[in-house]
């Protein structure tokens, strides 16, 4: 238990200081996307397993990997950024939901 404990925070800790780095060249569309689905997939399980700490820095490293892959592509289209937008809330929504969730069982919940 332990150690997987442990590898989960090698693994965050080694995820943020990559997304942190700089990189020599700018990241291109499709690797900024699969970069985005791959830390989107690793959030949901970090949340499924109720590893808090874990999700909230998958979430700021996708925050940061955003960022870079946004700086370095062209001005998004109006379509595309109101696109973007609703896919973030839809994002933000499960989250709360799921939290929402875990409050009922929490609550439910025999002392």
């Known amino acids: ?15 943020s200081a990559f997304a942190q780095a700089p990189s020599a ?12 689905a791959a830390l989107e997939r690793d959030i949901d399980l970090a949340r499924s397993r109720g590893q808090m700490l874990r999700r909230r820095q998958l979430a700021e490293n996708l925050a940061a990997l955003r960022t870079r892959c946004e700086a370095s ?3 998004m289209n109006r ?21 929402e969730e875990q409050l009922r069982e929490l609550k439910n919940e025999r002392p």
């Open 79 to 99: 379509a595309a950024r109101i696109g973007k937008l609703e896919h973030d809330i839809q994002l933000l929504r499960a989250e709360l939901e799921h939290a």
């Open 1 to 15: 238990m332990k150690r997987g404990l442990l590898a989960a925070a090698l693994l965050a800790v080694a995820a």
């Open 25 to 36: 060249e700018p990241p291109g569309a499709a690797s900024c996307q699969a970069e985005e």
């Open 73 to 75: 592509e062209p001005s």
